[in-house]
T-cell receptor
Framework: GQNIDQPTEMTATEGAIVQINCTYQTSGFNGLFWYQQHAGEAPTFLSYNVLDGLEEKGRFSSFLSRSKGYSYLLLKELQMKDSASYLCAVGGDMRFGAGTRLTVKP | GAGVSQTPSNKVTEKGKYVELRCDPISGHTALYWYRQSLGQGPEFLIY????????DSGLPNDRFFAVRPEGSVSTLKIQRTERGDSAVYLCASSLDPGQPQHFGDGTRLSIL
């Protein structure tokens, strides 16, 4: 089976840095994915880690530790448009966590 | 278009009716996934196909739910004897292969009255 945990809500200030954590337990591991979902819209792919370490992609970075079953998504230079839910997903069958709703305040 | 297409975008029906939701994935994508999502929740896995076969259908809540992908492209999610609790947004996603980044459709908002 699989268990994926993320904080339910986070708040941060425009221009700041925020780290969203995801812990998981899975019987099979094919990679860990992060998606962004704005209210009323479909999720969109942000980043993917299959090996341990940090993957950087502009203002977004994602880190993975397979031995610890842990990942985080780091968002730098926050903008108001980054207010959204951030979803962590694992496994070949792509099970999702409940998502973290991020609110960016001026 | 080049994206994942889902039809209808909205469906309102009465309790007890039968509904079919369609997903047209990106051409060449072998993996296709169905999820449902309720307000404030993450996508709940229902089933995924690798080609024509259901590789994992363990997320289907009960035998009222069934999905097919007969030619390895378009998929249909079928719900019999709908209940009010089936109301949700049904999302479809496809990826080049299992374990690759998914591309989502805009979803079908299903409302059971």
């Amino acid at each position: 089976g699989q268990n994926i945990d993320q904080p339910t809500e986070m708040t941060a200030t425009e221009g700041a840095i925020v780290q969203i954590n995801c812990t998981y337990q899975t019987s099979g591991f094919n990679g860990l994915f992060w998606y962004q979902q704005h209210a009323g819209e479909a999720p969109t792919f942000l980043s993917y880690n299959v090996l341990d370490g940090l993957e950087e992609k502009g203002r977004f970075s994602s880190f993975l530790s397979r031995s610890k079953g842990y990942s985080y998504l780091l968002l730098k230079e926050l903008q108001m448009k980054d207010s959204a839910s951030y979803l962590c997903a694992v496994g070949g069958d792509m099970r999702f966590g409940a998502g973290t709703r991020l609110t960016v305040k001026p | 278009g080049a994206g994942v297409s889902q039809t209808p975008s909205n469906k309102v029906t009465e309790k007890g009716k039968y509904v079919e939701l369609r997903c047209d994935p990106i051409s060449g994508h072998t993996a296709l996934y169905w999820y449902r999502q309720s307000l404030g929740q993450g996508p709940e896995f229902l089933i995924y196909f690798q080609g024509t076969g259901a590789a994992d259908d363990s997320g289907l809540p009960n035998d009222r739910f069934f999905a097919v992908r007969p030619e390895g492209s378009v998929s249909t999610l079928k719900i019999q004897r709908t209940e009010r609790g089936d109301s949700a947004v049904y999302l479809c996603a496809s990826s080049l292969d299992p374990g690759q980044p998914q591309h989502f459709g805009d979803g079908t908002r299903l409302s059971i009255l």
